[in-house]
Each structure stands twice: as structure tokens, then as C-alpha cells.
T-cell receptor, first 109, second 112 residues
Framework: GEDVEQSLFLSVREGDSSVINCTYT??????LYWYKQEPGAGLQLLTY?????DMKQDQRLTVLLNKKDKHLSLRIADTQTGDSAIYFC?????????FGTGTRLQVFP | NAGVTQTPKFQVLKTGQSMTLQCAQD?????MSWYRQDPGMGLRLIHY???????DQGEVPNGYNVSRSTTEDFPLRLLSAAPSQTSVYFC???????????FGQGTRLTVV
């Protein structure tokens, strides 16, 4: 099956930029997604990128896609304490949405 | 708008008991799915459905059954609960399989 990999933890200082990385295996994925999960809550769709794009920017969020290396990243500018959460990348495999293990972002003052 | 509603939010079962986790969506989405979330393992797909009357297995289907008699509802049945099924369960829906999914708030299940 497909495999989506992420590092488990990231710790950043408030005001700095955060970069969360993800590698995926299905080169035919048409969309790649980033989800955010706050404690005790479900997953919230944060942003997505179409596979024919290299970059997508949405306010403080920048998504970079390197199709050659099958690498996806999410950059959060000016990281705030409210950004503390688990971030999941996900790819489409036929009819299935496949998630990575999630990266726990901790923001400290 | 309610979105995706899961019930119950919490449940404790004894080994061998059966139960049904409920999931309903009011967005007229065709695609619905069930995931379980375990520490360090992300979300793993249990079963999914691309429309009423159609279901298929995901990555970890053993011990679970689903049915999709209506567009709105997609219940997940545990046939004989085991401690290995202790997890947080999420239901999700989307307009189609290629679209970003909306998630319910989750059901935290403990099997003792």
C-alpha cells in the first residue's frame, strides 16, 4: 500500500517560522492535503495543493511540492501558540485518503 | 449546519461485547469513511463508501462491519470487541473521493 511519512515532533519559538515535512509514495495523487488536529478534536482541513502546482500560499501558510522527490512541506510564518497541534499530510490513493503519522508542533514563548 | 456528527463521544466496552458507532452527515456527500487513530500511527482507514449501497475495505477492516443504506448514515459495527480495538475513531465525509474530507469529533472507545 501507499506510505506517507512525517517526523513526529517539531518545537519552535513563538514568532519563528515552522516547517513541517512529508514524503509520499503515490506519484499519481491529484491532490495533497494538510490537516490540523487540535487536542480532543477531529481533523480540520487546513490547505491543499493540486499536483501540477509547485507552491501555494494562503495567508501565513505556504505549501511547497517537489514532485520529483515526492516531498511536501507546510511552512507556517510567524508561528503562534494557537498553532500548537498535530499536523497531518495526506494523499489520495484511488478512492482512499491516506494519512501520514502526524507531526506534533509545540510552540513555546 | 451540523456537518459530520458522531455518537457516542465516549464508550467503554467489555471484551466480547458488540456495539455500533454512529456517523451522520447532512452535506449530501457521497464519500464516507471510518478511520482509527492510535498514538504514533496516524490515521488508518478501516472501511469506506463511495455511495449508498457501496462499501469497501480499507487498511485495517478486521473486526469491523459497515453498511451504507442511505447517503446520510454510515455506521461502524464492532462485532466482538477486543482490547486491540481501543482507539479513537473518526468518521469523515467528502463530496467525492478526490476532495478534502470533513471529519467528525471522534469517538473514544476503550475495551477492557
Amino acid at each position: 500500500g501507499e506510505d506517507v511519512e512525517q517526523s513526529l515532533f517539531l518545537s519552535v519559538r513563538e514568532g519563528d517560522s515552522s516547517v513541517i515535512n512529508c514524503t509520499y509514495t503515490d506519484s499519481s495523487s491529484t491532490y495533497l492535503y494538510w490537516y490540523k488536529q487540535e487536542p480532543g478534536a477531529g481533523l480540520q482541513l487546513l490547505t491543499y495543493i493540486f499536483s501540477n502546482m509547485d507552491m501555494k500560499q494562503d495567508q501565513r501558510l505556504t505549501v511547497l511540492l517537489n514532485k520529483k522527490d515526492k516531498h511536501l512541506s507546510l511552512r507556517i510564518a510567524d508561528t503562534q501558540t494557537g498553532d500548537s497541534a498535530i499536523y497531518f499530510c495526506a494523499e489520495i490513493d484511488t478512492d482512499k485518503l491516506i494519512f501520514g503519522t502526524g507531526t506534533r508542533l509545540q510552540v513555546f514563548p | 449546519n451540523a456537518g459530520v456528527t458522531q455518537t457516542p463521544k465516549f464508550q467503554v466496552l467489555k471484551t466480547g461485547q458488540s456495539m455500533t458507532l454512529q456517523c451522520a452527515q447532512d452535506m449530501n456527500h457521497e464519500y464516507m469513511s471510518w478511520y482509527r487513530q492510535d498514538p504514533g500511527m496516524g490515521l488508518r482507514l478501516i472501511h469506506y463508501s463511495v455511495g449508498a449501497g457501496i462499501t469497501d475495505q480499507g487498511e485495517v477492516p478486521n473486526g469491523y462491519n459497515v453498511s451504507r443504506s442511505t447517503t446520510e448514515d454510515f455506521p461502524l459495527r464492532l462485532l466482538s470487541a477486543a482490547p486491540s480495538q481501543t482507539s479513537v475513531y473518526f468518521c469523515a465525509s467528502s463530496y467525492s473521493s478526490g476532495q478534502g474530507a470533513f471529519f467528525g469529533q471522534g469517538t473514544r472507545l476503550t475495551v477492557v
